[in-house]
């Protein structure tokens, strides 16, 4: 039988981040067997590392298996040319044998030289401009007929989140997820240093908030955190901003009031009769600028220019002019506003959280706050490996990181 042999390189802290191990197990549990070649070891900490290996398969397919598997840990093919590209026939599909990026910072190879990959996202293609000298991803639906789409692996490289961690130390305690069973204290002060360390960066602090936030009471928390500037984005539905203007108007969310705890008189017209307000007046901008809306997450964004997006449900009610009904529409709105975020975090929201999880690049370091440990479980599962969670409800985590906050000061 003929032998398929490959030659592969890898560079970096192969042998601490245990990519070099993990890259030796994938070509051995796909039945194909290595020669380590070179083998270069840094001496020092700060020392990148070097490994040649010849990688051999008894077929063509089991050989590109192999391959397509350890590319995303930064193994390469050792003789590599520029990336290849085919024209898009057709709006919204990529040619076949397209590249499928992943949210690890990405590289391609064009007119002999190595480019960082623009936009960088997860289940995405990679175009290239009409001059050779840019790529960035690009969603399925966004393609457009004779675009440059990149195919096939030739000519791309892709830098593994264990390598990206020391880049970013301001969040090297998050390199493994927080447990339930972790002090919630050291959590949420791990979680308020990466909020002030990202501010001071000059970067961004997206947050994704669920309803929970305002039925368990957390609603002038948010809005604490928007005034002092811990909050510069913001990710949330229908309901979110429905109930949040809701307990501004009557004191309730979902007809419960918040002061007391207890159901008030036809309280279930409430967030209907406020969606109904805001639409009367045209947006919350607009009962903002009415004196209608003088409280909470929604009029702090308003009042402070924090850009927000809400992304429809089936479900809602409504809704509000605000309100993205269209999911395409409402992805792209969310593209838009994640360049510049440094850190996100998101409470209480399992479908908002895996929908924004899977826009972020790998480097966008997560906090995932909510009740059910599953919501972490599912953003990881999908690909959002950079993602530590905590168990707890909305408005005990969202007090406690005021509170953490508040000892240096606010904005």
Known sequence: MATHVEHLEMTGHIVDSLLLPKVLDAIL??????????????????????????????????LEAILA????????????????????????AFPDGFYCSTNFRTQVRLNGEWIDVEDQEMDCG?????????????PMTGVKTGARVLVGRNGTRVLPPE?????????????????????????????????????????????????AVVHTGGSELVAKLVRDGFINVLFAGNALATHDMEQAFYGTSLGVSLTHGLPTDEGHEHHLRTINSVRRLGGIRNAVAAGKLTSGIMFECATRNVPF???????????????????????????????????????ATTL?????????????????????????????????????????????????LVAELDKTGSA
């Open 309 to 347: 997006v809400l992304a429809g449900s089936i479900r809602d009610d409504g809704p509000l002019p605000e309100v993205v009904t269209d999911a395409l529409a409402a992805q792209d709105a969310m593209r838009k506003l994640i360049p510049g975020v440094g850190f996100c975090l998101m409470v």
């Open 29 to 62: 549990s796909r039945g194909g067997r290595y020669n380590i070649e070179t083998l270069r070891l840094g001496q020092r900490q700060d020392d990148s590392s070097f490994v040649r290996l010849e990688v051999r398969a008894d077929t063509a397919e089991q």
């Open 126 to 138: 990679i175009v290239v401009d009409s001059e050779g000298a840019a790529a960035r991803c690009v």
């Open 163 to 211: 390598a990206e961690m020391r880049k970013h130390e301001l969040f090297e305690f998050m390199a493994s997820p927080v447990s339930s069973e972790r002090p919630k204290a050291v959590s949420v002060r791990e979680i308020a240093h990466a909020m002030r360390k990202t501010r001071a960066a000059g970067d961004k602090v997206l947050a994704v908030l669920g309803p």
């Open 352 to 400: 908002h959280s895996v929908a924004v999880g899977n826009l972020l690049p790998a480097w966008v370091k997560v906090a995932c706050v909510d009740i059910n440990p599953a919501t972490v479980t599912k953003l990881m599962d999908r690909g959002s490996t950079q993602t530590v969670g905590i168990v707890s409800d909305a408005e005990p985590f969202l007090r406690s």
């Open 69 to 92: 598997e350890v590319h995303p840990h930064g193994a390469v093919p050792a003789q590599t040319g520029d990336c290849r590209t085919a024209p898009a026939d057709m709006d919204g």
